[in-house]
């Protein structure tokens, strides 16, 4: 079993910046892919980022590319999510997510952590 427990979220301007991290703990990061997930009051839950665990290939949904950046640090077991330029769309409930699948979908995961709060205010 994996655990997952993210950190770092909170309340910013938009324009702001923050750093989400996600430490795993019980299995090594570095065998699965990594994903973000958020999900917004009243909608689905959406992949936003995710981290192949070969070669470290990145993928971003359209909304964010350019603003957030993913990225793993084996070292720590660790797995970040560096977000700029926030926007209040941006709000959501953010998810850590390991996945022995790729590309990674909600369906296929293997592990959750059990989210932390971004809310980006206008």
């Known amino acids: 079993q994996m655990q997952l427990v993210e950190s770092g979220g909170g309340l910013v301007q938009a324009g702001g910046s923050l750093r989400l991290s996600c430490v795993a703990s019980?299995?090594?990061?570095?065998?699965?892919?990594e994903g973000w997930f958020r999900q917004a009051p009243g909608k689905e839950r959406e992949l936003v980022a995710a981290?192949?665990?070969?070669?470290?290939?990145?993928e971003y949904v359209d909304s964010v590319k350019g603003r957030f950046t993913i990225s793993r640090d084996n070292d720590k077991n660790t797995v970040y999510l560096q977000m700029n330029s926030l926007k209040p769309e941006d709000t959501a409930v953010y998810y850590c997510?390991?996945?022995?699948?790729?590309?990674?979908?909600?369906?296929?995961?293997?592990?959750w952590g059990k989210g932390t709060l971004v809310t980006v205010s206008s």
């Open positions: 997510a390991a996945s022995s699948r790729w590309p990674i979908r909600s369906d296929g995961v293997d592990y």
């Open positions: 981290i192949y665990w070969g070669n470290g290939h990145t």
């Open positions: 019980g299995r090594t990061l570095s065998s699965y892919a």
